[in-house]
């Protein structure tokens, strides 16, 4: 199958268009999630339960694979939410991008793996340090131009939080690419309609959302951010000669029914009882 904004397209691992392989993968990365979480006593476990089935498609797409790791000429994935980090860090596990030592000590003295993305040499994988919101989509950008300069075809994935819409530099990023028809580049937004600290329609409404993306020249798809074909497949429609957004509405909180679509799950840790769920 080709692939979007890429002329000669590549081959995947069979194993990431299975989709019972990637329903074992997502619940074993909630469950790494959980165990992080109260381990770590850490937050954000809101964040990262809710974001599971976007980054295993995310990563099923790409070519980022432990012998890609660190080549200079592969896709590149920047998570902006870095917030939503154990959620990377278990997703890369499945993929044998992190050694699994790294996750049982995450937060530990010495760890490199800490609340928030952060580049690290024990994690080639690792594209970008992030967690201030609003910085993810101008370096995916900047990746997207580098690839076409260097006459590449590698794609870009940026994954943003709805709640870092509400910053300029993100529709700024958005105004870059979609002039420049960064056609490598995809975001994806993990739209779950909670920020910190208030539901999103109470801090900054973004409706109409998909109507701005495509104001500002991207190709805009809204789905369930929780079905990992329909994530798959929306990643991989032949590209239009544009960058593309999706729109993937999802569950804050998602598999922990205790705090699933609520505000505290933000900044709350797994307690001993979410175990027995993983």
């Known amino acids: 199958m080709a692939r979007a904004g890429s002329a000669r397209g590549r081959k995947h691992s069979p194993l990431s268009h299975d989709d019972v392989a990637a329903a074992a993968r997502c619940a074993a990365a ?38 890609t790791a660190s080549a200079a000429d592969r896709d590149r994935v920047i998570l902006s939410k870095g917030h939503a980090a154990m959620a990377y860090y278990a997703a890369l596990e499945q993929y044998g ?12 003295n010495g760890t490199p793996l800490w609340g928030h993305v952060g ?4 994690v080639p994988a690792i594209d ?35 709640g870092e819409c509400d910053e300029g530099s993100t529709w700024e990023a958005a105004l870059f690419a979609g002039a420049r028809k ?9 739209y779950n309609h909670i920020q910190s600290l208030a539901p999103t329609k109470e801090v900054m409404d973004l409706e109409p959302f998909g109507a701005k993306w495509r104001s500002f020249g991207f190709e ?4 369930d951010g929780h079905d990992w074909a329909a994530l798959v497949a929306a990643l991989e429609r032949p590209g239009r ?3 593309r957004v999706i729109l993937a509405h999802t569950v804050k909180g998602k598999g922990v029914a205790r705090i699933e679509n609520t505000v505290a799950s933000h900044y709350k840790p797994a307690l001993a009882a979410d175990l027995e769920l993983a």
């Open 97 to 108: 991008l992190v050694a699994p030592s790294l996750l049982d000590a995450y937060l530990q």
């Open 128 to 162: 970008a340090t992030s967690g201030s919101l609003g910085h993810g989509l101008s370096l995916a950008a900047g990746f997207s131009l580098g690839h076409r300069l260097r006459g590449g075809d590698h794609r870009v994935f940026c994954i943003l939080s709805d």
């Open 30 to 67: 909630r469950r790494r999630v959980i165990s992080m979480s109260y381990s770590a006593n850490s937050a954000h476990l809101g964040s990262s339960l809710g974001v599971v089935e976007i980054l295993d498609a995310v990563l099923a797409v790409s070519d980022l694979r432990p012998a």
């Open 241 to 243: 000669g544009r960058p």
């Open 220 to 223: 805009t798809i809204e789905l």
């Open 182 to 190: 960064l056609s490598s580049l995809t975001a994806i937004v993990d």
């Open 119 to 122: 580049l690290t040499e024990a």
